[in-house]
C-alpha cells in the first residue's frame, strides 16, 4: 500500500529492491519438540515481531545505509532481500543477482584453507569449479592475503576473514551486494580499497546496502538511509536527515539503561 | 521412483561430489594415514570381533570371517553415515545464513561421503576374499542392488535426523545408544538361523539388519533371497526416505532461523 517511500515515478527497470509490507516473525519457542510439531502443522505460537510492515523502494546504482541498535532487523532484513529466510507477509521484488550476505566469519569453514574455502564457496553460488579455480589467485591477490593462502581459516583474524568474504562476493560480480558490518573490522588499507570497490559499483550502476554503526561511514558512502528501530522502518531519508534521528534513537537507549 | 525435488540435485552432482569428498578430507584432515584410516577403522573392528568370536565359537562356518566382515562394514559404515547426517545441516550453519542455496544438498552430500567410503571398504572386502580361501560366486553380481538400498536408507535416516537434530539436541546421543544397540540386534555377530524369538521380531523392523542379511546371502551363501524379502526391504527404505524427506521440507524453510 505505502510502497512508494521514494515518492518518485519510477520505472521498473531501474528498480533494484522494492519491499511491500514485509513482516517477520520468529516463534520464541523456537525449539524442542513442540518446536518441531509446531513447524510440521504450522501453528505458531509466542511470536516475537522482527521486521513490522516494511516497505521500501531501491534503485540501481544507489548506496543504502541500513542503521538501527542491535537487534532492531537489520540482519534479518538483508537475509530476507537475500531470501535466506521467507517473510510471514508481504514481497520483496529483487531486480538482478545478489551476492552472499556478508558477514564476517560465516560461510566459510575454518578447518580449510584460503584457496579450498573460495572453491567451495564459488560452488555453492553455482560456479563450476574449474571457473572458480581459474579465479582463486585473483581473489587472495585483492584480499592480499598472498602468505596466508595455504593457512588454515581458523588460524585467521577476524579482519583477514572479512577481506577473504569481501573479495569472494565481489568475485561474483553481483548486481546486489549486501554488506552487514564486515568493513569495521578491516584496516585502513583495505577500507580504503573497499571504498574504490563501492565506488567502481556505482559507476557499473549497480546496488550496496550496508550495515554499519559508524556514522562517518555513511556520510561518506551512501545516498540514503533506513533507520530502523525495534523492527519497523523509522525514517529513510539522506544521511543528513537521518544520522541525527539515529544518535537520538541510541541516547534514549541510553537513558533507558541508566534509569 | 524418488520424488522431484530430489531429482533436480542431478544437477549439483559436481558440487554434492566435491563436498563430499572435501567431508572425507575434514575428517582424516591431520591424521597420518589419512584416507587408509576409512579402510582401517572397519578393519581393526572387524578383528577384535573375529579374535573374540571366533575363539569363543559360536560358530563354527568356515566362512565366518567373511560374514562377520560383511555385517561389520555395512553396520560400521551406517554409523558413520547417519553420524555425518545427523549434524550435516547444523554443522552448515553459516552457509545456509549467508546465502540462498540448494538445502536439501547437505544429508545428500553426508550420505555422498558415505558413498565414498563405501567405495573403499568394499575394496577392504574383496582384499579380505583371498586370504580367508574364499571365492564367492556369481551371486554378488547382486552387491550393487543392496548397497543401493543401503545408500538409500542412510540418506532417508539423514534427512530425519538432521532436521529433528536442529529442534532436539538429544537426538545425537539417542542416535548413539541406538546405533550402538543395532550392532547386537542385526545379524552381524550372528546368524539368522541360530537365534529366535525377539531378535527376530526386531530383524523384522530392522532396515539395516535386513539389508545385512541380504549381502550375507548374496556374498556369503551365494543364494537369491526370495523376492518378498527385496520387495519388503525396499519398501521399508523407500518408505523411511519419503518420510524422512517429508519432514525435512515441512521444516526446511523454518529450520534456517532456528539452526
Known sequence: MSSKNCGEDLRLDSLAIKSQNVTNTFSLNQKGISGILGDINNNQQNQFVALDNISFTILKGETIGLMGLNGSGKTTLLRIISSIYSPDSGTVNINGNIA??????????????????????GMLLGFSKSKIKSEIDN???????????????????TGMRAKLGFATALQV?????????????????????SFQAFLEFKKNHKT?????????????????????NEGKIVKIGTPDQVIPLYKIIVQEHKNSKRD | MVSLPLISLWDKRSLILHFSWMNIKLRFKGTY?????????????????????STIRITSKEDFAIYLMVGVLLYHLFSRGTGLGLTSITQNAGILKSLRTNREIFPVIATGS??????????VLFGLMPIFNFVPSWTIVLLPIVLGLFLVLVLGVNYLLSTLYVYVRDVQPIWNVLVYALLFVSPVLWRIDQVDGILLEIQKINPIGQIIELAHKIVVFGEVPPLNEWLYTTAFVFGILFFGYAVFQKCQVKIVVKI
Open chain 2, 33 to 53: 594415514l589419512g584416507l587408509l584410516w576409512a579402510a582401517l577403522e572397519p578393519l581393526f573392528m572387524f578383528s577384535i570381533l573375529y579374535v573374540v568370536f
Open chain 2, 114 to 123: 558415505t558413498c565414498l567410503f563405501l567405495f573403499v571398504q568394499i575394496g
Open chain 1, 173 to 193: 560480480n553481483p548486481d546486489i551486494l549486501l554488506v552487514d558490518e564486515v568493513l569495521s573490522v578491516g584496516d585502513e588499507a583495505f577500507r580504503e580499497k
Open chain 1, 139 to 157: 581473489i587472495i591477490e585483492f584480499a592480499e592475503l598472498k602468505k596466508f593462502k595455504n593457512l588454515q581459516l581458523k588460524n585467521y583474524s
Open chain 1, 100 to 121: 552472499p550476505l556478508l558477514q564476517i566469519g560465516t560461510g566459510f569453514n575454518p578447518e580449510f584453507n584460503a584457496s579450498e574455502n573460495i572453491v567451495q564457496y
Open chain 1, 208 to 228: 550496496v546496502i550496508l550495515t554499519t554503526h559508524s556514522t562517518k561511514m555513511i556520510s561518506d558512502l551512501c545516498d540514503r538511509v533506513i533507520l530502523l
